[in-house]
C-alpha cells in the first residue's frame, strides 16, 4: 500500500515557549505542519516559519474550538495530527500512528495524553489517560464552537492503550499564575455561555458546585494519590468552578439576591455533608487500619446519613 499523507494542524496564539519542541517531535512523522494563528506578538510565526510551517492567520478568540474546522480546512494530508503547541508526541506513539495509516477499518484514533502540571505527571483527578480524540482521517471528525467541546465523529475509531509511551505529553500548567490566567480566561467564555442559556444563578451555586468539584476529583478521581500536586489543582479547579457562577452573577449585573437563611443553611449543609462522606470514605480506605476508628468513622458516615435532612 502506497504510505497515506499526514497533515499535522495547530492552532496558536503567544506560544513561542513550548512550538519548537511540539514541532521538532513531528517534523519526521508529517508530511506537511499547518499553523493557524491568532496575531501571535512574540515569536511564535518566527518559529512556525523556520519549520516550512504553512501559516495562516485567525481573528484572535478566546479559546480554540471556533478555529479548529478552519484550521483542518487547510489539512492537505489524508490523516490529520491535531495538536496543541504546547503537547509533543513520542517516537514510539508516530510508529503506531504510521501503522494505523494502513487500516482501512479505523477513521479516528482516541490517544492518551499526560499532563504535566506544576512540573509533576499527574495521574489521578481525571487527568489520566484523559483520552482525547486527536488522530483522524480527513473530514471524519469535525469541532463544535463551544469550549472544551468534544468533536463529532464519522464511522468507527479505535482507543490506544493506557501507556506512558503511546501519549501525547501536555505541558499543562506551569504554575499558579498559569492556571488563574487561563481560568480567569475560560471562566468568562463559560459564563457567557451560561448567560446566553438564560440560566438563573442560584446562591446555592456559590457553594455547592465549587464543592462538588473538590470531592469529586479529590477524593473520587483520588487526586489525594498526586500528594500535594493533587490538593492544589483539585483546590484550583474548585475555585476555577467558582469563578464562573461569580462570572455569571457579574454579568447579570450584580442582581441583588436575598441570602435567606433557610437556602445558605441548606446549602451549607449539603456540602457539609458530602465533604464527611468523601473524606470518611476516603480515610477509612487510604489510612486507617484500626478496627475501632474504623467503626467509628462507619458511625459518623451513618449519622451524617440520618441527620442530613434535618
Known sequence: MSKAKISAVINTKNEAKYLKKCLKSIRNFVDEIIIVDMHSRDDTVAIAKSFSAKVYRHK??????????????????????????????????????????????????????????????????????????????????????????????????????????????????????????????????????????AYILKISDLILKPVQEFNSRFFSLSGFKDGLHGLAFCLLQSFAVLLVYLKLWQKQNFEDKTLSKESFVSASLESTYEYNHWFSKYFKQQYTKNIFKRIFIRLTYLLNRITKNF
Do not use: C
Not at 479505523?106 to 481525571?126: D, M
Open 60 to 197: 484572535p478568540l478566546s479559546w480554540v474550538e471556533p478555529a479548529r474546522n478552519y484550521a483542518l480546512s487547510k489539512a492537505k494530508g489524508d490523516w490529520i495530527l491535531l495538536l496543541d503547541p504546547d503537547e509533543y508526541i513520542t517516537k514510539t506513539l508516530a510508529r503506531e500512528l504510521t501503522k494505523i495509516t494502513q487500516r482501512n477499518d479505523i477513521n479516528f484514533v482516541r490517544i492518551p495524553r499526560k499532563n504535566i502540571i506544576f512540573g509533576k505527571w499527574l495521574r489521578h483527578s481525571n487527568m489520566w489517560p484523559d483520552y482525547l480524540i486527536r488522530f483522524f482521517k480527513k473530514d471524519k471528525v469535525i469541532w463544535n464552537k463551544e469550549i472544551h467541546s468534544q468533536p463529532q465523529t464519522k464511522g468507527d475509531g479505535i482507543t490506544l492503550l493506557d501507556s506512558e509511551k503511546l501519549s501525547i505529553r501536555h505541558n499543562n500548567y506551569t504554575d499558579i499564575d498559569d492556571f488563574v490566567k487561563r481560568a480567569l480566561r475560560y471562566s468568562d467564555t463559560q459564563a457567557n455561555e451560561l448567560n446566553k442559556q
